[in-house]
């Protein structure tokens, strides 16, 4: 079990943006072979060739064409692989559709790198996240019913996300977990206890109507 911690305006703004954006949204991997974001009117042989291949609602053999990218629902990506973070499930690739300059992937403190030694960050997104790289999916409605219901109970001047990852997935920790990972991480010093003191994050800025998409 393994706590992380995040601003909480930073991630309920990237919830809030999936949620205005239906039709922009991009599937999780997961999401990506499961037989639920099957389209439509997919033809009748394949769907059958892919359920009869599948395992537990899942198909690897599932193609862009087999999908209804439409399906996706509202949330945010949490994603272990350079750290742990989380960006938003909206794709960048069309101008003027996000305002920007906005953080579209906001790390945890306890991997970002402005709280680390030099060659630390792998080691800490192994502790949280565990030695393979992958990506959760976490609904909107998720992030600001924990967000809301931990301000309520902690009071912070700075509200924070806190979230707990463990085998059975991602939850909002208890209160009094909550209460001792806090104190546990102001005798540390990360950084959310002086907000982007050590650098400024990263921005990314949509580009203008003659620009190339960002990737």
Known sequence: MAIISFYAEKIIALAKLSEENPGHRRLATEQ?????????DLDPARRAELEAKAEDGFCFDIEDGDRDASKAPSGVWLV????????MNVSMRE?????????????????????????EQFDAKTRIFGGDDGVLF???????AVAAQQQ??????????????????????????????????????????????????????????DETPAP
């Open 32 to 40: 990506a072979y499961s037989l639920e974001f099957l389209r439509a």
């Open 152 to 209: 309520a109970q902690l009071k912070l001047e700075t509200p924070l996300l806190l979230l707990e990852i463990d085998e059975a997935g991602v939850s909002s920790p208890w209160r009094e977990q909550a209460e001792t990972y806090l104190a546990e991480m102001r005798a540390k010093d990360l950084a959310f206890f002086d907000p982007d003191s050590k650098a400024p994050p990263k921005l990314w800025t949509p580009p203008g109507p």
């Open 95 to 119: 101008p003027g559709l996000i305002p920007g300059p906005i953080e579209h992937a906001v790390q945890c403190f306890e991997t970002d790198t402005r709280n680390l030694q030099p060659g």
């Open 138 to 144: 976490l609904p909107s409605d998720f992030i600001m």
């Open 80 to 87: 272990g692989d350079q750290g742990v973070y989380i960006m």
